[in-house]
């Protein structure tokens, strides 16, 4: 009888009789002599050893891409924060000057008031300006000490010792002050060098202009006004405007004068209350 031989396929197709059959190849190459044995592994392993080499490679590669990635994403993220406290700080700092100057130009105010008024007993109240009129017809400020802090109206307001304004309003906590440059102020004061009394009137802009001002009065631009002691409702010789510009008009009685007043509303933040 005949029979045939077992082919490779159908040894591999029966599991028990592949796994014998590993086994046994590899029970033969554990006994080789290494020499023989390392020829066959380098044999074995010639053709995947480009496919080695590029799975290698592209690991490799990836991992040091994200390991980039995650770097550059932390580096990012710990700027962001430095940034971040950077700017807090710078804030802070602004925050700190920003309060150092406003206390510094309280002491200055009322140091600067009281070196130029000894004699007056009259104790000023500071407070800060907290609002503006918008309205182009009226000009007044509002401040942040009323009748609780002893302001009461027709008290004089001023800032580095020049005339501000007058109180109009005080309430409790609050009070509006009338500026110099209100239509409706009308100061009377006297101008400094040449001694003429004048009268000066708000109208509407940053500047306010002189009243009766005789035409044969000598005026000229850095003149100083300052408050007349007539009629006692102001404090004498407080600095209210400086000539900017005068006008004779023919026909007029007396010059058109534009005067500009010391205190820039716009720059300061605080004022003084003269309590009477």
Partial sequence: MRTSATSFSSIIKNPITAVIFILTISFVLLFLPPRISNQIRMTCAAPVRPLQLAVCFCSNSASNFF?????AWHDAYDKSQAEEQISQFKNKVVEQQDTIYKLQNKLQSI??????????????????IIGYDTSNLRKSIVINAGSKHGVKPDNVVVSNNALVGRVVTAGERNSIIQLITDPGSRIPGRVLQTRELVIVEGDSTGFCKLKYVPKWAKLKRGYDIVTSDVGGYYPPSLPVATVFESEIKSGNLFQSVKVLPKVDILKIESVLVITN
């Fill in 111 to 128: 140091s600067g008031f009281q070196a130029e008024n000894k004699i007056d007993k009259r104790k000023p109240i500071p407070a800060d």
């Fill in 67 to 71: 390991e980039r990635v995650i770097t």
